[in-house]
């Protein structure tokens, strides 16, 4: 007997009220007659409507990604690598003034930026490089602009004179693409995972 001549196998109907046994007249049918089908419909509309709603949301942010430019990538990836900044330091006081979150200073101590010691306007061949960015306070990074002498002698405490004087050095000029900058970001938010995963 061939594939195609063989007959379906019974099923039982989905709908729970009804639970009759009947032979598929087609591939995937769930009921048994129209009568089960308008009870069952409810349900399917549902289910059609959830998946919609999912298709659209992926259509949205699509487009979305189309409509950005290469200084939203920048700015994003910025913030990822940020975040995962903050996080490694979050044991570490301020890389400029020693304050911690248990200070009283609440200008100090309340709120922590990722500073960067070679700032990205002056050096934005470094502005991803993890070792030129340190959890700051807000007042050193913002109120200070970066209170840049007592970043540098921390930083040697830190990091060591090898690795700040390769931070004070000449470096090439970079000019990130598109596509490395969405690595770059995607790379940070999986370390980012990584330690809170770590710190669980």
Not at 68 to 86: G, M, P, T, W, Y
Not at 138 to 149: D, I, M, P, Q, T
């Amino acid at each position: 007997m061939s594939i195609s001549s063989r007959q379906p196998k019974p099923k039982k109907c989905r709908v729970a009220t009804c639970g009759a046994s009947f032979v598929p007249a087609r591939l995937g049918q769930a009921v048994c007659s129209p009568d089960c089908a308008i009870l069952d419909a409810p349900k399917n509309l549902e289910r059609a409507r959830k998946s919609l709603a999912q298709v659209e949301r992926r259509e949205i942010k699509v487009r979305k990604e189309k409509l950005k430019s290469r200084a939203d990538h920048l700015r994003e990836a910025q913030a990822a690598v940020n975040e995962f900044i903050r996080l490694r330091d979050a044991h570490l006081p301020c890389i400029s003034c020693d304050s911690t979150p248990n200070d009283n200073d609440l200008m100090t101590g309340s709120r922590w930026d990722a500073g960067h010691y070679r700032s990205v306007g002056a050096c934005p061949e470094l502005r991803f490089e993890p070792l030129n960015i340190h959890r700051q306070c807000v007042r050193c990074n913002r109120n200070l602009s970066g209170n840049a002498v007592e970043y540098r002698i921390r930083l040697l405490h830190r990091i060591g004179i090898d690795k700040v004087d390769w931070l004070e050095g000449p470096h090439p000029a970079r000019k990130y693409t598109v596509d490395e900058i969405k690595a770059i970001k995607a790379d940070y938010r999986a370390k980012t995972r990584e330690l809170k995963r770590a710190a669980a």
